[in-house]
């Protein structure tokens, strides 16, 4: 079984800059592929940036593309979201996931672990 903790989740101005971790437990997560949904008030889950479990090629939505940088630290079976240049649109409950024999890194259903989630909100 592995547990997903997100934090790094709070209030910032557009245009300022979070940081967001997963720190996972119970499993090494170098062979999962990982990713970060979001879900805002009244809309869809979506895709936010995801890796296979080999590493390689990372995939950000166009929407945080340029803005958004996923990595991951298998020594601390950590995954981190680094998130620059904040937009209102950005405010979602963010969540971490993990999977073991994802095919498509942006479809939630194949994932096998996610976390609580975290509250990420940009004031304008």
């Known amino acids: 079984q592995v547990q997903l903790v997100e934090s790094g989740g709070g209030l910032v101005q557009a245009g300022g800059s979070l940081t967001l971790s997963c720190a996972a437990s119970?499993?090494?997560?170098?062979?999962?592929?990982m990713a970060w949904f979001r879900q805002a008030p009244g809309k869809e889950r979506e895709f936010v940036s995801g890796?296979?479990?080999?590493?390689?090629?990372?995939y950000y939505a166009d929407s945080v593309k340029g803005r958004f940088t996923l990595s991951r630290d298998n020594d601390k079976n950590t995954m981190y979201l680094q998130m620059n240049s904040l937009k209102p649109e950005d405010t979602a409950v963010y969540s971490c996931?993990?999977?073991?024999?994802?095919?498509?890194?942006?479809?939630?259903?194949?994932?096998?672990?996610w976390g609580q989630g975290a509250q990420v909100t940009v004031s304008s």
């Open positions: 890796r296979g479990w080999s590493g390689g090629t990372t």
């Open positions: 119970g499993r090494t997560l170098s062979s999962y592929a």
């Open positions: 996931v993990a999977g073991w024999g994802v095919q498509t890194l942006h479809h939630y259903s194949e994932y096998d672990y």
